[in-house]
């Protein structure tokens, strides 16, 4: 019910549609990063950011799955993922750099984030896929997988 110019007075393609609310995801986290003390370890505060930006309501759920699946397949869409999983990314490794004292091109906060990106979209697509818990559940294990150095041994808690 709106018209091509309409619509594209707000987002510059379709594309924008989907990546709307991850850009404000990103700036969420960035903020949740800045409300946790330095007294908590870095992969807890990391663990306990990225979760508590991705709670979302249960009327949202089916919305998001359809974004992230559609993310996921169309190949336009995976190709417009590169600059806002970059957003992502960059935003956990300038904290992991805060946090460790060294500039965001060091070789532990790179290390960091991208492992941390792989391990959350590891998490979105399972969730995607499965439908069978809340988003949540997965990135909390996938977190504490890379944590734990994926030991096993670790690993005590249920799997989805």
Known sequence: GVSR???FRYFESKAD???HAFD????ALSA???AIGDEVPLMTAIR???????????????????RMTLIG??????ASAAQHYD????????????RLGQPADALYPLAIGRATLAVCRSAYERWA????????????????ALAAGFDPAALTEARP
């Open 17 to 19: 549609v989907l990546w």
């Open 129 to 144: 896929q499965r439908a069978d818990a809340d988003l949540t559940t997965y990135l909390d294990q996938a977190l504490r």
């Open 24 to 27: 404000g995801e990103v700036r």
């Open 87 to 98: 957003a992502w990314e960059r935003t956990v490794i300038e904290f992991a750099a805060r």
């Open 5 to 7: 110019r309409t619509f």
């Open 73 to 78: 397949t169309i190949p336009a869409l995976q």
């Open 48 to 66: 306990q950011a990225v979760v508590g930006v991705n709670r979302y309501r249960a009327a949202d759920v089916p919305e998001l799955r359809t």
């Open 32 to 34: 949740a990063f800045a």
